[in-house]
T-cell receptor, first 113, second 111 residues
Framework: GENVEQHPSTLSVQEGDSAVIKCTYSDSASNYFPWYKQELGKRPQLIIDIRSNVGEKKDQRIAVTLNKTAKHFSLHITETQPEDSAVYFCAASFSGGYNKLIFGAGTRLAVHP | EPEVTQTPSHQVTQMGQEVILRCVPISNHLYFYWYRQILGQKVEFLVSFYNNEISEKSEIFDDQFSVERPDGSNFTLKIRSTKLEDSAMYFC?????????FGPGTRLLVL
């Protein structure tokens, strides 16, 4: 069935270091891969997304890479700051996101000053 | 910037009671969704809705659940007879151009 695996479940870094979160997906028809940041008790907020016709996308300190052959995608955060501390979820969908999102289990990122 | 809104923010109910969770999607969006998140777990898809009908539902969305768009702005999720395991955060989402935007959620506690 449709599944998204996410690793690691927790990640602890020092301020200024980079953080990498990895996801794999099972449905080869998936073509849309958003990343959401969720702070405690808040809604998931989209931080970046990528579509299957692109291999990499960058927005300031955040970048996402996609390997369609291997069916995995990764989130890279550079120069981490304490305010980056949150739970990050990857997700996958097909038909460009109009269909349901299948979420990974989440990564709790802690950035220590 | 327009946002998805949800009411109530918190709901406490007794097992067996009916609850209705309300959402106002972003006004020009055409696709609507309900997701739930049990405390400490991942976000799970419940149902998607387009053109006044359900387009897809998950195994979680059994006969106890229903959705409705009673007017041009509201989108509701009804749970007919709540169970203890229905306790979760319920998020509404909407999309117009592929990105799904989430509401702030309703935290449902079934006692």
């Amino acid at each position: 069935g449709e599944n998204v695996e996410q690793h690691p479940s927790t990640l602890s870094v020092q301020e200024g270091d980079s953080a990498v979160i990895k996801c794999t997906y099972s449905d080869s028809a998936s073509n849309y891969f958003p990343w959401y940041k969720q702070e405690l008790g808040k809604r998931p907020q989209l931080i970046i997304d990528i579509r299957s016709n692109v291999g990499e996308k960058k927005d300031q300190r955040i970048a996402v890479t996609l390997n369609k052959t291997a069916k995995h995608f990764s989130l890279h955060i550079t120069e981490t700051q304490p305010e980056d501390s949150a739970v990050y979820f990857c997700a996958a969908s097909f038909s460009g996101g109009y269909n349901k999102l299948i979420f990974g289990a989440g990564t709790r990122l802690a950035v220590h000053p | 910037e327009p946002e998805v809104t949800q009411t109530p923010s918190h709901q406490v109910t007794q097992m067996g009671q009916e609850v209705i969770l309300r959402c106002v999607p972003i006004s020009n969006h055409l696709y609507f969704y309900w997701y739930r998140q049990i405390l400490g777990q991942k976000v799970e898809f419940l149902v998607s809705f387009y053109n006044n009908e359900i387009s897809e539902k998950s195994e979680i969305f059994d006969d106890q659940f229903s959705v409705e768009r009673p007017d041009g702005s509201n989108f509701t999720l009804k749970i007919r007879s709540t169970k203890l395991e229905d306790s979760a955060m319920y998020f509404c989402a909407s999309t117009g151009e592929q990105t799904q935007y989430f509401g702030p959620g309703t935290r449902l506690l079934v006692l």
